[in-house]
Nanobody
Framework: VQLQASGGGLVQAGGSLSLSCAASRRSFRSFAMGWFRQAPGKEREFVAA????????YYADSVKGRFTTSRDNAGNSMFLQMNSLKPEDTAVYYCAADEKRLATTAIQYDYWGQGTQVTVSS
């Protein structure tokens, strides 16, 4: 499956952005999906994940209460609503798909999008 993340940009601290991830296959609905981010000089870190149905979601503690992930299986899409953004949220954000399980570690994901830059100014 091919994934395309979009929606990144420059926003002031306290602002909001909404990211989208479009998938190329109709079997998207059987995949667990995740969001990860990578800041310069840092390792890629887990942000959020959703089960194939959207019924279960996990969030990193650093974004809990501020970010919300959702998916539209009919539209082969996943979303990440980011509110109350902080400068430390600045990173390239990636979406990923996992054929086997709902996971929170990058190594478990099978497919990756190209990333979209999110920059939060103070």
């Amino acid at each position: 499956v091919q994934l395309q993340a979009s929606g990144g940009g420059l926003v002031q601290a306290g602002g909001s952005l909404s990211l989208s991830c479009a998938a190329s296959r109709r079997s998207f609905r059987s995949f667990a999906m995740g969001w990860f981010r990578q800041a310069p000089g840092k390792e890629r870190e887990f942000v959020a994940a959703t089960s194939w149905s959207g019924g279960r979601t996990y969030y990193a503690d650093s974004v809990k209460g501020r970010f919300t992930t959702s998916r539209d299986n009919a539209g082969n899409s996943m979303f990440l609503q980011m509110n109350s953004l902080k400068p430390e949220d600045t990173a390239v954000y990636y979406c990923a798909a996992d054929e086997k399980r709902l996971a929170t570690t990058a190594i478990q994901y099978d497919y990756w999008g190209q990333g979209t830059q999110v920059t939060v100014s103070s």
